[in-house]
């Protein structure tokens, strides 16, 4: 892929749609801000140690530690960001990667989804057992004329 070929060219498009390059990419990002995170870290060191040893005439002993506060907070704030930063990279990587298997699974899911609707709409037909007398039953008393109650036993009877 060359920019002078192609009008369309984009350097990082192929790395955007395949999560493997993006966690590839990212990943090389991070280790060159780690990098980075640990030469801030030797800064931060030699800048306190050189400013806290700056002393001018008539301090008292807490001073240069209070003038070189501003400072090493802001450095602070940098390399506090810079983890960050690393760390977003990071969880970038991993919601690239779950974005894509969130793909897959929703066209699996629509296709669960339409099955099961037409299952609701046509439900399987179940067959009734077919009524067949047992012998030995009562066929022709089916519990209609008998009598109804328990006071109904005693007129029959009389």
Known sequence: MNSDNDPNYAPLRDVAQSPEATARYLADVQRVLLDIGKNLETLAIETRVHLRKTHVEGDRWYHARMRA??????????????????????????????????????????????????????????????????????????????????????????
């Open 69 to 158: 506060m501003p400072v090493e907070k802001a450095l602070g704030n940098v390399l506090k960001n810079l983890n960050n930063l690393t760390e977003g990279l990071e969880k970038s990587a991993y919601k690239r990667r779950a974005h894509d298997e969130n793909v897959v699974n929703t066209a699996k899911g629509r296709k669960e989804k339409e099955l099961e609707k037409q299952r609701k709409k046509n439900p399987p037909t179940l067959q009734a057992a077919p009524n067949t007398p047992q012998q030995g039953a009562q066929s022709e008393n089916s519990g209609y004329g008998g009598p109804t109650s328990i006071y109904d036993l005693g007129r029959e009877s009389a």
